[in-house]
């Protein structure tokens, strides 16, 4: 197994993976990116994320996609958006050393934070994280405003 950067041609094998983590997460429906939305945001003159990919032979067979945020307490940080592992290659260390990949990244760029959401029900996930010496917040919520909420709030 290999872990290495994201390429452009990666993203429709990213795509396959993040459609494979919505339906795992309970949400087969929720992906509206496409293929060329990937290449577009990440490839871009001004890329807005990161990648690092994992091969098994010529198949990719895990990704992480990340992005730098900023802390007015920390300065700058990494976000972690997605870390995901093809369902049959569960169990192997892929994640472990995506995971790695991207925890060497944010030190080498001298961040003070990375930080992920995981489901409350991904016992798996969380058990992972907390071994790693990660800390999982019970305190903190995550909040969004989809599409729809944003365009309900400047209607009313």
Do not use: C
Request: no cysteine; proline share 3%; hydrophobic share 40%.
């Amino acid at each position: 197994m290999i872990i290495r950067e994201g390429q452009k041609e990666d993203m429709p094998a990213v795509l396959e993976l993040i459609r494979e983590l919505a339906v795992f997460e309970k949400e087969p429906e929720a992906v509206v990116i496409t293929a060329e939305d990937l290449v577009k945001d990440g490839f871009s003159e001004n890329p807005l994320f990161n990648t690092f990919v994992a091969l098994e032979g010529d198949d990719i067979i895990g990704a992480a996609l990340f992005y730098p945020r900023y802390s007015t307490w920390k300065g700058k940080t990494i976000h972690l958006e997605d870390l995901i592992v093809r369902e049959s290659k569960r169990k192997f260390g892929v994640g472990k050393k995506l995971y790695n990949k991207v925890l060497e990244y944010a030190k080498n760029e001298g961040v003070r934070r990375v930080e992920w959401v995981v489901l409350d029900w991904n016992q798996n996930a969380i058990d992972f994280y907390e071994k790693s010496g990660a800390t999982v917040f019970d305190d903190w919520k995550t909040v969004q405003m989809d599409e729809n909420g944003l365009k309900n709030y400047f209607d009313n």
